[in-house]
């Protein structure tokens, strides 16, 4: 089972960077990496997916290694509402099968 | 758009009787997920339907759970009989071809 491991809490200070890690040594050549992110009584939200190069949206840029075991989210400039369980999943099947989740990332704001 | 609508939104039954959860996806969405997310941890895939065929249910345990999705469009998902350890946040998501999922924000189970 090709897991994904992250660590278990971050703190960041508003307006600050903030530098998510994930490692998925075991992850296969078709998998893509997704992250997802989860406030208190909701469903995830999505934030970001790549399978080899680096990728940046709206709302964060997604880092990957050149050998893909591992990758960083990265939030530009963290604000209060960033606060939340952040998850770091692969998508097999060349992004056809469903999501495997790790345990994620609490992350916690300071003001 | 519409989100993914899951009812309902908390349920709480006795050990050994039954519950069944249901999913409307978004609309023309053809792939849908239910998953289990027990507290603390990430969500676990307990099975992925293509329109309404299944595509995989490997982790579902069949013995208590099934889940169907008639005309490819809402879903249900049923425990019976529920143990303790059923006790989950039961989560539906949907998407179609290559793009992210869209979760609904799920049906919190206890079982007493």
């Known amino acids: 089972d090709a897991k994904t491991t992250q660590p278990n809490s971050m703190e960041s200070n508003e307006e600050e960077p903030v530098h998510l890690p994930c490692n998925h040594s075991t992850i296969s050549g078709t998998d893509y990496i997704h992250w997802y992110r989860q406030l208190p009584s909701q469903g995830p939200e999505y934030v970001i997916h790549g399978l080899t190069s680096n990728v940046n949206n709206r709302m964060a840029s997604l880092a990957i290694a050149e050998d893909r075991k591992s990758s960083t989210l990265i939030l530009h400039r963290a604000t209060l509402r960033d606060a939340a369980v952040y998850y770091c999943?692969?998508?097999?099947?060349?992004?056809?099968?469903?999501?495997?989740f790790g345990k994620g990332t609490h992350l916690i704001i300071q003001p | 758009e519409a989100g993914v609508a899951q009812s309902p939104r908390y349920k709480i039954i006795e050990k050994r009787q039954s519950v069944a959860f249901w999913c409307n996806p978004i609309s023309g969405h053809a792939t849908l997920y239910w998953y289990q997310q027990i507290l603390g941890q990430g969500p676990k895939l307990l099975i992925q339907?293509?329109?309404?065929?299944?595509?995989?249910d490997s982790q579902l345990p069949k013995d208590r759970f099934s889940a169907e999705r008639l005309k490819g469009v809402d879903s249900t998902l049923k425990i019976q009989p529920a143990k303790l350890e059923d006790s989950a946040v039961y989560l539906c998501a949907t998407g179609t071809g290559n793009s992210p999922l869209h979760f609904g924000n799920g049906t919190r189970l206890t079982v007493t």
């Open positions: 339907f293509q329109n309404n065929g299944v595509v995989d």
């Open positions: 999943s692969r998508q097999g099947g060349g992004g056809a099968d469903g999501l495997t």
